[in-house]
C-alpha cells in the first residue's frame, strides 16, 4: 500500500534519529527495501523542518544520509519498480512538509500561503487530513519540549490558513483545519493560555462546519 510505504519511510527516519550511536548501518540493512528516491525526498523535508526548529544535528545527518544514499541509487539505477506505490501519499506528505517550512519562513504569512494552496487546490480533501494526523505524528513523536510547542505553532498556523481559505471545497478545508487544531490540543498542556486559544479556534471551525452543513442542505 503506498500509505504503509510513506508511513515507513517516517518511521524509518525517526528511528535512525533516535538510534544508540552505530547502529545506523545495521538498520539501514535491515530496511533495505526503502532505500529509494522517495525516502531520499523524505529525508531532506524532514531534514529541513528539523533545522527550522532548531533540530541541526537530526537535520545535518538526515541530509549526510540522503547524500551518501543519492550517490549509491545513481550508481545502481535501473529504475525503481517501487516508488510508484508510495507516490500519492508521499505527494501530499511532501505538500504538507512544504507548507509547514513556508509557516516558518514566512513568519505565518497568508499572502505567502494562500498561493501555495491554490496551486494544490486539489490536495485540499479528506486524504490531506488523514495525511496531516499520520505525518504530524511522526514528527513529534519523541520530540523534546521546545520543538513539540514550534511544530504543533506551525500546525496551528496552517490549520488557521486552511480555515480561511476560500477556494476548493470549504467542507473539506473546515475539516483538515479541525485535524490541524486537534493534533495541537493533544500536544498542549490542557488548560494553559495556549491550549485555550486554540480550542477557541477549534469550537469557531466546528460552527463553521456546522453553518456550512446547513447551507448545503437549505
Known amino acids: 500500500m503506498e500509505e504503509n510505504r510513506a508511513q515507513a519511510y517516517l518511521q524509518l527516519i525517526h528511528t535512525l534519529l533516535n538510534c544508540p550511536n552505530g547502529e545506523e548501518p545495521q538498520i539501514l540493512e535491515d530496511h533495505s527495501e526503502l532505500l529509494d528516491r522517495g525516502f531520499l525526498e523524505t529525508c531532506e ?22 547524500s551518501q544514499l543519492g550517490q549509491f541509487i545513481d550508481m545502481n539505477d535501473g529504475g525503481d519498480s517501487n516508488n ?3 507516490e500519492n501519499f508521499q505527494e501530499y506528505a511532501n505538500f504538507f512538509l512544504k507548507l509547514l517550512q513556508a509557516e516558518q519562513d514566512s513568519n505565518g504569512d497568508i499572502k505567502v500561503i494562500h498561493p501555495m494552496l491554490a496551486a494544490r487546490e486539489h490536495f485540499l480533501n479528506a486524504r490531506f487530513a488523514e495525511v496531516l494526523q499520520q505525518v504530524s505524528q511522526k514528527l513529534l513523536d519523541g520530540e523534546n519540549p521546545e520543538t513539540i510547542n514550534s511544530l504543533v505553532a506551525l500546525i496551528e498556523n496552517l490549520s488557521i490558513h486552511i480555515s480561511e481559505f476560500p477556494l476548493g471545497n470549504i467542507a473539506d478545508n473546515i475539516e483538515i483545519a479541525i485535524t490541524g487544531y486537534q493534533i495541537v490540543l493533544n500536544n498542549r498542556e490542557p488548560g494553559s493560555e495556549k491550549w485555550t486559544e486554540t480550542q477557541n479556534n477549534l469550537a469557531a471551525t466546528c460552527n463553521n462546519r456546522v453553518k456550512a452543513s446547513l447551507a448545503e442542505n437549505l
Open 45 to 66: 523535508l524532514v531534514a529541513s523542518t528539523l533545522a527550522e526548529q532548531g533540530g541541526e544535528n537530526g537535520a545535518n545527518f538526515l541530509r549526510n544520509l540522503a
Open 84 to 86: 510508484s506505490e508510495g
